[in-house]
């Protein structure tokens, strides 16, 4: 087996992004954060004041012989509007801005290519607005975010936008499934 290695995107709300990422064929693990910002061990509820300068953040270890950071990124473009600025649906503030926060030199030139090439495709009708920036202060988030689907299935925010979300990705991505 490879050494895995570590991938962190914010794409909205982390319930939904989490998800989504738990079922890739080659994820081993995905975790809910706070990354991006200024304060050291935030909590929801300070991330939730749109002061602390976090966005909410999925970390992601996967095996990159099984799944690559490409196909990591074209999972990522295609579960979130990556061209609304600092909004995912009904989220609406700073921490749901998309993000991806490179973790090497490598991540950040296959990130950004990967976006040009999406503007240049006009895969979107408007241009990305996803920020590039080099990991800084990530935080896991509460116990209680983590599997946050999985252990909180009637949740109404659950039913009506992650179960959705998840259905959607099951779809388009079957041959990548677990």
């Not at 989220?91 to 030199?105: C, L, T």
């Amino acid at each position: 087996m490879a050494d895995l290695l570590t991938a962190t995107f914010g794409g909205g709300c982390f319930w939904c992004t989490e998800a989504v990422f738990l079922e890739l064929r080659g994820v081993k693990s995905v975790e809910s954060g706070y990354a991006g910002g200024h304060v050291a061990n935030p909590t929801y509820e300070q991330v939730c004041t749109k002061t602390t300068g976090h966005a909410e953040v999925i970390q992601i270890t996967y095996d990159p012989e099984v799944v690559s950071y490409e196909d990591l990124l074209e999972i990522f473009f295609q579960t979130h509007d990556p061209t609304t600025k600092d909004r995912q649906g009904n989220d609406v503030g700073p921490q749901y801005r998309s993000a991806v926060f490179y973790h090497s030199d490598e991540q950040k030139q296959t990130a950004e290519a990967f976006i040009a090439k999406l503007n240049e495709s006009g895969a979107f009708p408007a241009k990305i607005v996803t920020e590039v920036t080099e990991i800084n202060n990530y935080y896991p988030a509460e116990n209680y975010h983590q599997d946050y689907l999985a252990n909180n299935p009637s949740n109404p925010y659950c039913a009506m936008v992650v179960r959705p979300k998840v259905d959607k990705f099951r779809k388009q991505f079957a041959g990548k499934l677990k």
